[in-house]
C-alpha cells in the first residue's frame, strides 16, 4: 500500500503525518508516525504583519527535523501546505522559500476553502459518515473552518478569521481576560459567524464534529481525560452545557490556573479561552446539543487526496532508462518485444486494480513490469524448463539501473512464472530476504495470469481490469475477438490466485 506524508504548516503548530492508504472513494488512513510541533508562527504575523526571523528560524528548525523523519520511509507522495498565518504574512515568499527548503518539498500555500476541504476529507476517512448530514467545526490558530459534509460529501465551506491565536492576540491582553475583553471578544465571534449561520444555519445536523487541538483540550476538560491519553478522546461528546460551564469557569482562571486543569496542555492554556468560545458560539448559533471530537484534520485529509489522485503511481512503471535496459536483454534473447510490451502494460494495470487486496508499495510495480519482459528469455536455450533457463539468465545479468536484490527478485519472478509455487524446502525462495517473501507471492499469480493472455500471439485481448466485489473478483477482458483460449489460459492459472488472495476470481469479457 501507498505510503505518504503530509505537512500541515498551521498558525499555531507544524504537524507531519506518514500514512498508508488505500485509493477507494473514501480512503482508509492508517498512521505510521505522527509529530507535531507548537511553534506559535501566527503571533509576529497578527501583531507586526509578518513573520519574524525568530519565528522564521523556529519553524525551518522543525521542518528540517521532519524531514529527516519523513525521508527514512518509502514515500510515494509528500505535500506541505501552509494556512492562514502564512497567508496574510507580508513576507510570505521568503518565508515560503526558507521552509521548502527545510522541509525537502515545496510549501503550497492554500485558500481557506481548500483547508475546508482537505479537513472534510480527513473527517470522512478516519470516521465516515456516509447518508447524514454533518457539521465539521476546525478551530486553528488562524482561523476558524466550518463546513457542511453531506452523505460523505462536501457541501459548503466556509473560513473565517476566527484562530485561537489570532482571537488572543487581538482581545485578550490580560491574565486573567476581563469580562469587557471576554465580551468584545464574544461579539466579533458573532459578527464573523453571523454569515455563515445565515447559510447553513438552521436546519437539522444528524452530528457536529470538531477538530484540532482545541477542540481535543475542550473535550478532555470537560470530560476529566488526562492530556497524556488524549487520544482517547477521539469520538467522545461534549454537550453545550458542559462546554459553557467549562467557559465560564477558564474565562476567571489565570493561565497558570488553566494550566492545572485536566486535559489542558500548558502552551493550549494560553489560547485555549478563545478556542472554547469559537466552539460554544457555533454551538449555541446552530441551536446544537453536543458536538464530537475527531483526531482527523488537515493532514489527514491531504493523504487521502493523494491516494485518491494515486499520487506516485509513476513509482510503480519501469522509468524510460529502466525499460530501456530490460527491452535490451529481452531483445538479445528473442522475446518479442510487441507482445512483451502488451502484457507488461496488462501488469501495471492489474497491479494497481489489485492495490486494495496486496497493499504493496508502487515500486514492485516495476518489478513486476521488469519480469514481464524477460519471463520467457530462457525459450533461446530450450522451451522445455523455459522458466529455470530464465531465471538464470536474469540472475546473471548486468540490469544497470536496478540493485542486486531487485534483479534476483525480478529472476524469481521469471522462476515461479509457471508450474509449482515457492516453498520453504527451496533455496532460490529462501535466498529472499523475508520481508520480500510476501511481496513476492502476491506478484507471482499476478505475472502468471497476464503471462497467459498472449497464448494465441495475435494479441486478441486489447485491455485489462478488475472489479472486486463482495470478496470475488473479477478480471474483464476487452476485446471483439474470440478469447476462448485466453479465459481457458487464465483459468488453468488462478489456483494460485485464489490460494494467495483468498479470493474467488472469475473472468468476463465486454467488448471494446
Known sequence: MPQYAAVDLGSNSVRLLVADATPDPIPQVTRLVEERQVTRLAESVFNQGEVSQKAMENVCGVLNRMRETWQKYEIAGIRVVATSATRDANNRDEFVASASKAIGAPVEIISGQEEARLIQLGVQSVWPHPNKGVLIIDVGGGSAELILSEDGHLTAGYSRPLGAVRLQSAFLSKDPPTPL?????????????????????????????????????????ANGIPRSKRETADR???????????????VGKSVAQRRKVIGIGPRRAEIIIPGAAVLL??????????????????????????????????????????????????????????????????????????????????????LLEAACYLVNTGHLISGTGHHKHSYYIVSNADLAGFTDQERMFIALLCRYHRKAMPNTRQSDYLSLAPELRKPFLLLIPILRLVDGLHRAGDQRVESISCQLKSGNVNLILRSDMETGLEQWAIERVAGPFRQIYQRSLTVSVERS
Request: net charge positive; with cysteine.
Open 236 to 250: 467522545v461528546k461534549v454537550s453545550t452545557a458542559q462546554l459553557r460551564k467549562l467557559f465560564r469557569e477558564l
Open 281 to 366: 458560539a457555533t454551538l449555541e448559533s446552530f441551536s446544537q446539543k453536543s458536538l464530537s471530537y475527531c483526531v482527523a484534520g488537515v493532514r489527514d485529509g491531504i493523504v487521502a487526496d493523494l491516494a485518491i489522485r494515486r499520487v506516485g503511481r509513476e513509482k510503480a512503471a519501469l522509468s524510460p532508462e529502466q525499460r530501456e535496459v530490460i527491452e535490451g536483454w529481452a531483445r538479445r534473447f528473442g522475446v518479442d518485444l510487441k507482445v512483451a510490451r502488451k502484457i507488461a502494460q496488462f501488469s501495471r494495470s492489474l497491479f494497481a486494480s489489485l492495490e486494495p487486496l496486496h497493499r504493496l508499495s508502487p515500486d514492485f510495480g516495476k
Open 181 to 221: 475583553q471576554i465580551q468584545q471578544m464574544q461579539d466579533y465571534i458573532q459578527e464573523k459567524l453571523a454569515v455563515v449561520i445565515a447559510k447553513i444555519g438552521g436546519r437539522e445536523y444528524d452530528r457536529v464534529i470538531a477538530t484540532s487541538s482545541s477542540a481535543a483540550a475542550v473535550v478532555c476538560a
